[in-house]
């Protein structure tokens, strides 16, 4: 209580010194608007990902399944955010790392968004969203196998509640789509590409980090060059797999479906510029707070907007899961608030989690945040921010949302 007063006292003051203007510049405010702009962006990509891929068009009831197509969607619109970006600020746009090195990095970016696309054809947006939760467990075993690196104790623990969560959901009841055919079979189908989906992004976190390391890459050039060429690959699968010209002919028949995934796709973009001012402004902390809060506001919304009945043990099995990632979420936090030598906190810079704003870190290190699409991290505050939104933030991940 006494903190929200502080907070209203220091609004006040700024009004009193430079009225509405410099309100808006109060750190209270800036991280209201990140909150705002992440959990709102985010919210309806969510509710329209679900709509364009488990709800039917028309009066046929037709069901879009061009998958390749969504993506290709995101991708460009992320690419032309970037172009338009680099242009009005005059950065360099040139390509940094090696033409095959984008290339590797994209296709798995590719191939773990499609996963998570397709998966709701067989599985609830619940059970996906909570599935998500658990890249966690990817990252580790990834980073463990590519980087040796190692781990402590506590985020063995909080990868085991995670998984036990996620197990407890599943048993708890139903998990299958409400337009896929009821049965065994298809729930394995979508764990099984929820699988996929976490171990590609896991792999691509892991392999990004290991590639682009020593670049020193410009945030939205990366951004450029790792979507034009995530959008060249799924050009070229939907192409010679046929999905470009079906969707083309859906679109034709089903209009409103472009629209909704031209908003998805505007939106998931939003959301990855949002992310990275909230993560180089205010640090790690409350990034993977709001992301974590989003996630679970989703569910709540996908359960009463498309009607997912969850059971007791699925709701609590819930719980388990968002108390884990928020025990992640604070944890960092207060790693990075305790002082080390030479009176510094854990990001090197002597200032509080939600002070002044953060300097570049020490590393370029590009990052695949959450099904959304692709979030370059040169500018984290440490390696204690890059961990926490490799295991806990995600999502969509400028993991674009």
Known sequence: MAGLLECFQGLKEAHGEGGFKAVLATTPMRILGSVLGIVGSL???????????????????????????????????????AVIIIYAKELPARPVAK????????????????CQYEALKYISFPVQTLGKCAKMIPVMIWGTIMMKKTYTPTKYLIALAITGGCTAFALGGSISSSHAKQGKSTSFKGIGLMVGYLGFDGFTSTFQ?????????????????????????SFFISWFSGELLDAVEFVTRHPSVMRDISILSVCATVAQLFILYTIKN?????????????????????????????????WLATGVIFA?????????????????????????????LLGKQASNAEEGIPKNIEEEGQIPLQELRSKEDREVVNYGATAETVKQA
Request: proline fraction near 2%; aromatic fraction near 12%; include cysteine.
């Open 43 to 81: 919210i309806v990509y969510g509710i329209l990902q679900e709509r364009v891929m488990t709800q039917p068009y028309g009066d046929e009831d037709e069901l879009f399944t061009q998958t390749i197509f969504l993506v290709l969607n995101n991708r460009a619109v992320s690419a032309i955010v």
């Open 324 to 352: 884990a990632l928020y025990t992640e979420a604070f944890g960092k936090g207060s790693s990075e608030s305790t002082p080390k030598e030479g009176g510094k906190d854990a990001a090197g810079e002597g200032e509080a």
């Open 282 to 314: 205010f640090g790690a902390l409350v990034f993977a707070t709001i992301m974590t809060t989003r996630q679970f506001m989703s569910i709540l919304l996908s359960c009463l907007i498309f009607v997912h009945p969850l059971g007791l043990q699925q």
């Open 209 to 233: 980090d290991k590639l682009f390391k020593g670049y020193m890459m410009e945030t939205y050039n990366q951004m450029l060059w790792v979507n034009t060429f995530s959008g060249i690959i």
């Open 99 to 114: 033409w095959w090195e984008y290339c590797a990095v994209s296709l798995s970016n590719v191939a773990s968004t499609t």
